[in-house]
């Protein structure tokens, strides 16, 4: 199941180093020290937190890849529940908001040939405010052997609090960074269960976001 979650995100996203894209206008350019200093702050971001810990790490975006997504850092893992031993594919990307937003991966998985089941909402809800990821339910893409049902949830943010918000490049236009995360669930019996380890997994994985962004 490892091998399949990370080939499943990381071809999907290699389908756009083939896209011709323009420069976005409606971006201001970001100074290289904040980009630089989210950057590594992402590579303190914990192999271990709550239930989870990590099992492997994802392999490489293609250098292809990260130019056309504009990209300064990113995390790609797989993380374990210790106590269910359910597993979850998890990539965080962090770059300038313009090329991010112009890939959600119901355009890549479907450039992939992979069909959506259905689509829906994960909100997290704490004391402080609530977080919204979109999910996606997929049967696998078949030049992937597999033709398995999977789950994808992702969201954005450029503060703590994640969202999906209509129109992303209004949304995230004055920003001067902005991080996508994406996380992957092909285990389980169902996609009622797959949503259900991707909340559980969204729950803990949002809190160990907002202990790093709050770190000095």
């Not at 997504?69 to 993380?79: F, I």
């Not at 998890?90 to 090329?99: A, D, E, Y």
């Not at 398995?148 to 450029?158: I, R």
Request: aromatic share 10%; net charge negative.
């Amino acid at each position: 199941m490892i091998k399949t979650a990370i080939a499943l995100t990381i071809a999907a996203l290699v389908t756009v180093a083939s896209a011709q894209l323009q420069p976005g206008h409606l971006y201001q350019q970001a100074p290289a020290e904040i980009l630089e200093k989210e950057a590594q702050r992402l590579e303190n971001f914990p192999v271990a937190f709550g239930n989870w810990e990590a099992q492997a790490e994802g392999d490489p975006l293609p250098e292809g890849v990260q130019t056309e997504l504009g990209l300064e850092n990113y995390l790609s893992r797989v993380y374990r529940n210790r106590e269910t031993n359910q597993q979850v594919a998890l990539l965080i990307m962090v770059g300038s908001p313009g090329r991010l937003v112009r890939h959600p991966p119901d355009i890549c998985y479907s450039n992939r040939g992979s069909r959506t089941f259905s689509t829906g909402e994960i909100l997290i809800e704490d004391a402080d405010a609530t977080d919204n990821f979109r999910s996606l339910a997929y049967v696998g893409d078949d030049s992937l052997e597999t033709s398995d049902e999977f789950v994808v949830a992702y969201g954005h943010t450029a503060d703590t609090q994640w969202d999906v918000p209509r129109f992303p490049r209004f949304t995230y236009g004055s920003e001067s960074f902005l991080y996508k995360m994406q996380v992957l669930v092909a285990g389980g019996d169902n996609n009622e269960e797959r949503i259900q380890t991707a909340e559980m997994f969204l729950t803990d994985c949002v809190q160990a976001f907002q202990t790093l962004r709050s770190a000095k």
